[in-house]
Structures are given as C-alpha cells and as structure tokens.
C-alpha cells in the first residue's frame, strides 16, 4: 500500500523559510515524478512544483519560481521543497504528490496516483 507522509509545515513571519519534507512508502517512482500542490479551503489543488526523476527536470508554478527549490531522492523516495521569502498568499496546506500517469502534464491534479495527507503552511504578515 502507497503511502505519502508530509512534514515540515508550520507558521512562519513573512520573508521567512521553511523547508517541507514528502516520504513516500509502499512503491517506487524513480521511473515518474513527484509534485508539491496547495489548497485553500473551498479551493481547487494549485501546482507548486515537480521533479520527473528519469530526465532530472523540475518545474515551478510562476508565483512560486525564484523562491521555492524542489530536490529529493529518487532512490529513497524522498522529496523536498524548500521555501525561501515567504508571504502571506503562499499560506496553504501543501501536499505531496506520486506516482504520476505518462504522458500528463505535470502541473495538473488528476495526473498523479498517490497522495498524502497534507502540511499547513502558515505565513503571517
């Protein structure tokens, strides 16, 4: 059984760092990609970020680029995002990604299989 757990969240003052941590158990995505998304009470899941472990490449939403660095481990199934200069609009809970479907983009919801339980995120003004 896939398991996703997310660490790291909490509150933070604005133009602080956090870093959020994705463990994932019960399969093995060195052959896809992992993601971070986002959501807002009442909202749809916004992409943050991912990392396609075959080519290497990462991606970055426009509001997030320049101040979020995603990396990780395919081999241990770990994957990171670290987050520099937060603001409040970045507040959210944020939740890991697996296993995604090929051929799909990456920055879309519905092309992943797995997904964790999620981490608030917090920034203050």
């Known amino acids: 059984q896939v398991q996703l757990v997310e660490s790291g969240g909490g509150l933070v003052q604005a133009g602080g760092s956090l870093r959020l941590s994705c463990a994932a158990s019960?399969?093995?995505?060195?052959?896809?990609?992992m993601a971070w998304f986002r959501q807002l009470p009442g909202k749809e899941r916004e992409f943050v970020s991912a990392?396609?472990?075959?080519?290497?490449?990462?991606y970055y939403a426009p509001s997030v680029k320049g101040r979020f660095t995603i990396s990780g481990d395919s081999a241990k199934n770990m994957v990171y995002l670290q987050m520099n200069s937060l603001k409040p609009e970045d507040t959210a809970v944020y939740s890991c990604?697996?296993?995604?479907?090929?051929?799909?983009?990456?920055?879309?919801?519905?092309?992943?299989?797995?997904w964790g339980q999620g981490t608030q995120v917090t920034v203050s003004s």
């Open positions: 019960g399969g093995t995505f060195s052959r896809s990609a």
């Open positions: 990604a697996a296993g995604s479907y090929p051929s799909r983009s990456l920055v879309y919801h519905t092309s992943y299989m797995y």
């Open positions: 990392i396609n472990w075959s080519s290497g490449s990462t």
